[in-house]
């Protein structure tokens, strides 16, 4: 049964990652502005195109359905990212010439931590993931998922957790917390002194691409106004 249900979680898997006729780039940076701007240690967020995104796109209530890490390697290799398929593996930056994406910094990260969280993810590199639920995902294609709004994101927790790491950031969360870098953190109020808060760092299970750009502790860039960007030069129409 155990074997069975890992044919059926590829096979599912595969026809999650193939592209849909739908998707429609707005604001495409070019990979030669990406390139320049990135940094390692960022995490670049992407919208995807495939049929899991959409899925994802449902669950999150976001633009963002897949996240990538940026390590600073050679051109074709300088990212890391968990793949549906193929579990954590390095990746180029072209493969995302056509999406939309957006860059999250993370902010004052020492040296050392930094290098910490990039070798963090590089010894992730070669993890698979066990596909025995990801049927789970394939609910969410429906055209009117039956997941009510509260549910949505622990719906992503479901399953063995592995097809989970395979599409919500687990590994970046993972990695950013090994030297506790906070990304959402639940926040407590004290009840000895209301004014004080006390921040939970939350289960990495529950991290999605999303809350990289709402997390208040990384920094939205955007390469064209890194490059020096300047409205009078645009050729506008009247």
């Not at 590199?125 to 294609?141: E, P, Q, T």
């Not at 639940?186 to 760092?201: F, G, K, N, T, V």
Request: with cysteine.
């Amino acid at each position: 049964m155990a074997q069975l249900s890992r044919m059926s979680g590829k096979r599912i898997a595969r026809f999650l990652q193939k592209q849909t006729r739908y998707y429609q780039p707005f604001g495409v940076i070019p990979t030669r502005a990406l390139r320049a701007t990135l940094r390692p240690g960022d995490v670049l967020l992407v919208e995807g195109d495939r049929r899991i995104s959409a899925a994802i796109k449902y669950l999150t209530h976001s633009t963002w359905s897949h996240a990538a890490f940026y390590t600073g390697g050679p051109p074709g290799g300088e990212l890391i990212e968990a793949d549906l398929e193929a579990g954590v593996r390095i990746t180029g930056l072209g493969d995302y010439a056509h999406l939309n994406t957006r860059i999250c910094r993370p902010v004052g990260l020492k040296h050392a931590q930094l290098e910490a969280v990039v070798d963090y993810m590089q010894g992730a590199v070669g993890r698979s993931y066990d596909l025995k639920n990801v049927v789970d995902l394939a609910r969410y294609l429906l055209p009117r998922p039956p997941v009510p709004h509260r549910f949505r994101r622990r719906m992503l927790a479901l399953g063995s957790g592995d097809p989970t790491r395979a599409i919500c950031s687990t590994v970046i969360a993972e990695a950013f917390h090994s030297v506790h870098y906070p990304i959402l953190p639940d926040i407590e109020q004290s009840s000895e002194d209301a004014q004080r808060e006390i921040l939970h760092i939350r289960h990495y299970s529950l991290f999605t691409p999303r809350d990289f750009d709402l997390s208040p502790y990384f920094d939205v860039i955007k390469p064209t106004l890194e490059e020096g960007f300047d409205f009078r030069k645009l050729p506008l129409a009247e």
